[in-house]
């Protein structure tokens, strides 16, 4: 194949993600991390392709959410993201060992599986809270590893997320959700025990 080839297959590819992504109202910043696209070009794609359609998506500027809190507030929302997390886990994406997991940036092909598991989370999850940010938002606190942490329940085999500077750590959310009342109380004693 011609150099010149490949290098538009290359181009092609990341105008593909690009595209994708910004369908799912990702921040500039988090399009240029994985495509390698400049802010320009990656203003103008939104403009040609999105800006005038019959569904105008909406461009989010600024910075990315960090926090995490809102991530694990609620056994509810734990849940769901403990959805996107093991959908995570099974795309490659995020690795029981932290020295272990891919490199995400510039990396065409993770940042489709990357839409892969928030697409499906979608389909999975009624009234999905995550935005295509704050879950990228999650798996960028599980990679770093120093708030969020991954743990397994013992009773329903469940992965879920933790917050690692909590303590005691919180207890299984679905456990916690689920939980007959009358179990409920010997329940809550876990978390704290
Ligand atoms: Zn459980």
Known sequence: MRATDLRYRGEKAKFELALR??????????IRYFTGLSDDRIRKLYTSYFKYG???VR???GRSPTQ????????????ESGVFVNLLLANGLLTS?????????????????????????????????????WGWNLLLSLRRGDEL?????????????????????SGCPACATFAPISNRRSAKEEVLA
């Open 21 to 30: 992504m910004i369908g799912h109202e990702a921040r500039t910043g988090t």
């Open 54 to 56: 019959d569904a105008p």
């Open 59 to 61: 461009r989010r500027r």
């Open 68 to 79: 995490i809190g809102p991530l694990i507030k609620t056994p509810l929302r734990a849940l």
């Open 97 to 133: 060992d932290p020295t272990q997991a891919p490199k995400l940036q510039g990396n065409i092909e993770l940042g489709h599986k990357f839409c892969e598991c928030y697409e499906t989370y979608c389909a999975l999850v009624p009234r999905a809270n995550l935005s295509f940010e």
């Open 149 to 169: 942490g991954i743990e397994r329940c013992d009773k329903c085999s469940l992965g879920y997320i933790v917050d690692l500077l909590a303590v005691p750590h």
